[in-house]
């Protein structure tokens, strides 16, 4: 059966002409092995479809293309098999085919979507990473887009935790997009998997992108907006998950900052307020107690005057002025305390002189 869909994968008909297919009962086998003129008695295809599957026919080898794709360690599935997901069946304009590198994402775990801008702020990339670790830790699956930002946050988060996580790309799974994330692409071959309703090879065009958010909404539980722009892609996942029925989340934040335009605006049109990671594992009925109890044991290691300066500091960026303006030291006492916090991993100097906590 996967050798004929993926011939029919590839013949370039839409999504909707090889929905119409299988509504009405017409196999990717049974349709290769129909004359033309009974493929022009088949309701859903016009004369352009026909031509395009006649000529498919005459030009492309199915066994040899078959094991090409096999040989490149490529994972194929098709609507028409038991082992599709089945959260994409119940979406609209479901894809006729996914192919993979990894794994499936298993059906009998909950999975979140976790989305956002690609120039996020520190904030929204510590959020976005304390929120995966700690789905991760309680078995939840991570599913995002692997662009740069938010999406390699969520990613990230979860494979520090050993968890699973996977990367729905606008592109051929063969594709590695943005190159720049190679290492979360390598690493979810392991840990998850990459998946696409694209063809091998192909390139990441615009155009794809809004439409493999679909697919991303399709496959999670769940699905937060950590930050997003007024004119976001992320917002359009965000709307696929709402026609979906999806329960949606979003980071509030400041009206005056544009990262948070998108996501305040889904706060108004009905979206749940992502208040923090506790209370969203709460929601989920899931202990935060693992990562609360690592950071306190953390916590307890530093001295008093870390103690106090960590106090200081927020996810947000905190000027050093501010640092000595509010505690006890001057400049000279508290760079060596902050040097000390940073080499534990309890900060981060985002720019020259401003700093903003990690856990």
């Known amino acids: 059966m996967s050798m004929y869909a993926y011939w029919l994968a590839n013949t370039g008909l839409t999504v909707h002409k090889l929905t119409g297919l299988m509504t009405e009962g017409i196999g990717a086998e049974e349709l290769y092995a129909l004359q033309e003129s009974q493929m022009k008695k088949i309701r859903v295809l016009d004369e352009k479809d026909v031509e395009k599957i006649t000529q498919s026919r005459r030009h492309w080898d199915v066994q040899e293309h078959w094991g090409k794709l096999q040989g490149e360690g490529i994972g194929f599935v098709c609507v028409e098999e038991a082992r599709y997901p089945q959260k994409l069946r119940r979406i609209s304009a479901t894809p006729y085919a996914l192919y993979y590198i990894g794994r499936l994402p298993e059906e009998t775990r909950k999975s ?79 840990r998850g998997g990459i998946l696409s309703e694209y063809p091998p090879g192909t390139p990441p065009l615009p155009g794809y992108f809004p439409q493999r958010n679909r697919i991303i909404a399709g496959l999670a539980d769940y699905v937060i907006v950590m930050e997003a722009r007024k004119k976001s892609g992320s917002l359009i996942t965000a709307d696929y998950a709402m026609e979906q029925g999806k329960e949606v989340y979003a980071l509030p934040g400041r009206v005056t900052d544009a990262l948070s335009e998108g996501t305040n605006h889904l706060i108004q049109q009905g979206a749940g307020i992502f208040v923090s990671v506790e209370d969203f594992l709460q929601e989920l009925q899931l202990q935060p107690k693992n990562i609360t109890t690592q950071i306190d044991f953390r916590k307890n290691l530093l001295e008093k005057d870390e103690s106090l300066v960590y106090a200081l500091l927020d996810f947000y960026p905190v000027g050093l002025g501010t640092l000595i303006e509010k505690s006890p030291y001057g400049l000279v006492e508290i760079l060596p305390v902050l040097e000390r916090l940073e080499q534990k991993g309890f900060i981060q100097e985002t720019i020259p002189n401003y700093y903003i906590k990690t856990i």
């Not at 969520?154 to 051929?172: F, I, K, M, Q, R």
Request: overall charge positive.
């Open 112 to 190: 979140v979507a976790i989305v956002g801008a690609r120039t996020r702020s520190a904030y929204g990339s510590q959020i976005t990473g304390k929120l995966a670790r700690a789905l991760a830790q309680n078995r939840m699956d991570i599913i995002s887009g692997m662009a740069m930002g938010i999406d390699a946050d969520a990613h990230s988060g979860a494979l520090e935790e050993n968890g699973d996580t996977y990367a729905v790309l606008g592109c051929g799974v063969d594709v590695c997009y943005p190159k720049r994330n190679r290492y979360l692409y390598e690493k979810m071959k392991d």
